[in-house]
């Protein structure tokens, strides 16, 4: 059946691109046929719930016409290590422990790894349809770094995920390659340096330190925006690297083009590689994180309460851990099991806040937010791009997320004429069926605004 399998191989070789078939096929292990199954592994959960999805049906396929036999694919995670080769796709770590994330020792094998958290790894990132993509290519990244997409730009809203992510590039690129150096930085942190370099007359240093890494990952780059001599530094650090086909991954809070006071050069080398974005979680995403997180602090959530928590609360994953430890807290310093009336109970405030009804100014503030403007330029009369489209966008959510009349929201923006405000609504709803990005956008906006 050896032989079989082989030719299984060599089949989806033929169908797939060499970048899904490195990524998602190369890491199955064969592990035989028993009666009409056949028995594969692969070495983690991710890389599982991407098979199932996406190529359990062909590998079947394949399997059976080439046995001349219908036959069932059953896939499990391996419970034997990966191996560990540059080359080879992940690799990812060994498979699920029963202790819980915290207390793991660092997965630093080599002193290889800068600012690198140990405790977000693939294993701990929850799949679901909002940040599948995103996971995807940070695992295709991981897998085979400087080869795949380079730069990997990750963007998404506040507490997401982006952070975990890309910690997860770094925690498996090193665990799989520990003498790679892999260094992880917020690109407040790379200000920082650059600033004391500057000051102690030490540039040499700070540029050898970053150019000699092989993956850099920095963390929240928006914040360089409008950073004359960052923005600077950062490019040419970008540059030595990329040229010496070193590993890039950048995440932040919007796409590249939507990042007010970023370069050009900087804006256009984000978009040579992959761009990758992390929606809010739907309601099954986050019961699934609530479960896991509440297992990894040892505290007992009941069904109903993981239901309540992810139907009724936000989708800012970091906020839902916050309520999660809240409840914990509550149960363990009251000795009480976690039950749905007491999680309502010791969440009734926040409940309440949430659900009060949103104000066109709370719109006019997340919006000018999002496009780093003031909300005084929202409300007035300028014409300039870059004011234009987020007026007409949270007109758009004015009049969708609340009850207000055209002449009511036409107030809210500094007195506007009714007829301002349907031509806005129009125009975005237009743009909306031909431009993806905006409608990603809008949606995200939307769910942040709602949750
Ligand atoms: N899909 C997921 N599975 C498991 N945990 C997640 C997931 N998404 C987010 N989290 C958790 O939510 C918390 C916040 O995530 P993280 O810090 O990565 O968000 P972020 O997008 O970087 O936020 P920010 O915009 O503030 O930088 C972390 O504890 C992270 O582990």
Redesign the pocket.
């Known amino acids: 059946m050896n032989g079989l399998w082989e030719k299984t191989l060599e089949q989806l070789e033929q169908t797939l691109t060499p970048q899904h078939f490195a990524t998602w096929i190369t890491p199955i292990k064969f592990a035989g046929v028993e009666e009409d199954k056949v028995l594969l592994e692969v070495p983690n959960r991710f890389v599982l719930d991407w098979l199932r999805d996406h190529y359990v049906s062909i590998i079947q396929e394949i399997f059976s016409k080439l046995a001349s036999n219908p036959y069932r694919v059953v896939i499990k995670v391996s419970t034997t290590p990966p191996k560990k080769s540059v080359d080879k796709p992940v690799s990812s770590p060994a498979p699920p422990s029963p202790t819980p994330a915290a207390a793991q020792p660092p997965v630093r094998t080599a002193n290889n790894g800068f600012n690198l958290n140990s405790k977000?790894t693939f294993e701990?990132?929850?799949?679901?349809s909002s940040?599948q993509f995103a996971?995807a290519a940070a695992m295709a990244v991981a897998n085979n770094p400087a080869t795949t997409y380079n730069p990997l730009f990750i963007y998404?809203?506040?507490?997401?995920?982006?952070?975990?992510?890309?910690?997860a590039i770094g925690n498996a690129i090193l665990k799989n390659n520990p003498e790679m150096k892999v260094c992880y930085y917020t690109s407040e942190k790379f200000m920082n340096e650059l600033i004391n370099s500057l000051r102690y007359a030490k540039m040499d240093e700070f540029r050898n330190k970053f150019r000699s890494m092989d993956v850099l990952l920095i963390?929240?780059v928006q914040f360089i925006a409008g950073k004359e001599r960052t923005q600077e530094e950062f490019f040419h650090t970008f540059n030595a690297l990329y040229d010496s086909h070193k590993q890039i991954v950048v995440?932040s809070?919007k796409f590249p083009k939507e990042i007010p006071g970023l370069e050009e050069r900087l804006r256009s080398r984000f978009e040579w590689g992959l761009i990758a974005d992390?929606q809010a979680?739907d309601m099954e995403?986050k019961h699934?994180?609530l479960k896991?997180?509440a297992e990894a602090n040892g505290i007992g959530l009941p069904e109903e309460v993981a239901y309540f928590l992810a139907n009724s609360i936000s989708s800012n994953?970091?906020e839902?851990?916050g309520y999660l430890v809240r409840i914990g807290a509550y149960a363990s310093l009251t000795a009480t099991p976690v039950t749905l009336e007491m999680a309502q109970e010791v969440l009734k405030d926040i409940l309440i806040e949430k659900k009060r009804e949103l104000s066109v100014e709370e719109i006019q503030k997340r919006v000018a937010h999002h496009y780093g403007i003031k909300v005084a330029d929202i409300k007035s009369s300028k014409r300039m791009k870059a004011l234009v489209l987020p007026r007409q966008i949270a007109m758009y959510l004015s009049r969708q997320l609340t009850s207000f009349s055209y002449p009511e929201i036409g107030d809210r923006f500094g007195g506007k004429d009714h007829s301002t405000i349907i031509h806005a609504i129009k125009k975005i709803e237009k743009n909306m069926e031909e431009d993806f990005q905006l409608r990603t956008v809008i949606n995200s906006l939307k769910k942040e605004l709602t949750v």
Do not use: Q, S
């Open positions: 977000y701990e990132f929850v799949l679901g940040n996971c998404g809203g506040v507490g997401l995920g982006k952070t975990h992510l890309v910690t963390d929240d995440t809070d992390i979680p995403t699934a994180i896991m997180k994953v970091r839902l851990e």
